[in-house]
T-cell receptor, first 116, second 112 residues
Framework: GAVVSQHPSRVICKSGTSVKIECRSL??????MFWYRQFPKQSLMLMAT?????????EQGVEKDKFLINHASLTLSTLTVTSAHPEDSSFYIC????????????FGPGTRLTVL | SQQGEEDPQALSIQEGENATMNCSYK?????LQWYRQNSGRGLVHLIL?????REKHSGRLRVTLDTSKKSSSLLITASRAADTASYFC????????????FGTGTKLQVIP
C-alpha cells in the first residue's frame, strides 16, 4: 500500500522556538494532505486540510498563524509550529490522499513534539 | 470537531472472549474505517467499509455499517492480549474536501 513518512519522529524544543514537521508521500502523489493533533489519551483532531499550491483550510479553533502549513509539491507538506509553548506538546499526524489508490487516505507514523 | 462517538470508552475482557465496539456518526459518509493505535504509537489501518456495504470481514475482525442509523460496529473475535490497544472509527464526509474525522475511541484491554 501507499506509504506516508514523517520527519522527525520525535522532537524536543524550548518554549518560544519554532518547529517544522515534514510529511511526505513516498510512492504516490497527493493533491490533498491533512494534519491531525492528538493529545494524550484523546482522539485525533483534524487541524487543517492542505491542497498542493493553495492555502490550507483550518478547522475551527486552530490558529493559522501559529500552525503554518505549506504544501509546496504533490509529495510534501510541512507543518511549522511557531513560537511553541508547552501546551503545544502533542502527537502530530499527517495524512495524504492518493488519487491512484481510489482516492483513499493514508496516515503517517506521527511526530511527537515536546515543548519544554 | 469530532465526527463520531464511540462506545464503550473502555472495555476490559478476558483473552478468548469477543470484543464489540460501536461508532455513531452525524452526517453522510463515503466510507468508514477502523484503526488501532497502541499506546504512544501511530495508527494501524484495520478495515474500510464503504457506504454501500453492510458488512465486511478481515481475519478475526467483522465490521458492520448501518447508514440509516449512522452507526458501525467492530467485532474482534477470540481476542488476544496483543489486541490491547485503542480503537478508533474514522468517517469520511461526503461533501467538501471529504475530510476524514475520528471518533472518540475505545480503549480495549485484553487480560491474558
Amino acid at each position: 500500500g501507499a506509504v506516508v513518512s514523517q520527519h522527525p519522529s520525535r522532537v524536543i524544543c524550548k518554549s518560544g522556538t519554532s518547529v517544522k514537521i515534514e510529511c511526505r508521500s513516498l510512492d504516490f502523489q497527493a493533491t490533498t494532505m491533512f494534519w491531525y493533533r492528538q493529545f494524550p489519551k484523546q482522539s485525533l483532531m483534524l487541524m487543517a486540510t492542505s491542497n498542493e499550491g493553495s492555502k490550507a483550510t483550518y478547522e475551527q479553533g486552530v490558529e493559522k498563524d501559529k500552525f503554518l502549513i505549506n504544501h509546496a509539491s504533490l509529495t510534501l507538506s510541512t507543518l511549522t509550529v511557531t513560537s511553541a509553548h508547552p501546551e503545544d506538546s502533542s502527537f502530530y499526524i499527517c495524512s495524504a490522499r492518493s488519487l491512484a489508490e481510489y482516492n483513499e487516505q493514508f496516515f503517517g507514523p506521527g511526530t511527537r513534539l515536546t515543548v519544554l | 470537531s469530532q465526527q463520531g462517538e464511540e462506545d464503550p470508552q473502555a472495555l476490559s475482557i478476558q483473552e478468548g472472549e469477543n470484543a464489540t465496539m460501536n461508532c455513531s456518526y452525524k452526517t453522510s459518509i463515503n466510507n468508514l474505517q477502523w484503526y488501532r493505535q497502541n499506546s504512544g504509537r501511530g495508527l494501524v489501518h484495520l478495515i474500510l467499509i464503504r457506504s454501500n456495504e453492510r458488512e465486511k470481514h478481515s481475519g478475526r475482525l467483522r465490521v458492520t455499517l448501518d447508514t440509516s442509523k449512522k452507526s458501525s460496529s467492530l467485532l474482534i473475535t477470540a481476542s488476544r492480549a496483543a489486541d490491547t490497544a485503542s480503537y478508533f472509527c474514522a468517517t469520511r464526509y461526503s461533501g467538501g474536501y471529504q475530510k476524514v474525522t475520528f471518533g472518540t475511541g475505545t480503549k480495549l484491554q485484553v487480560i491474558p
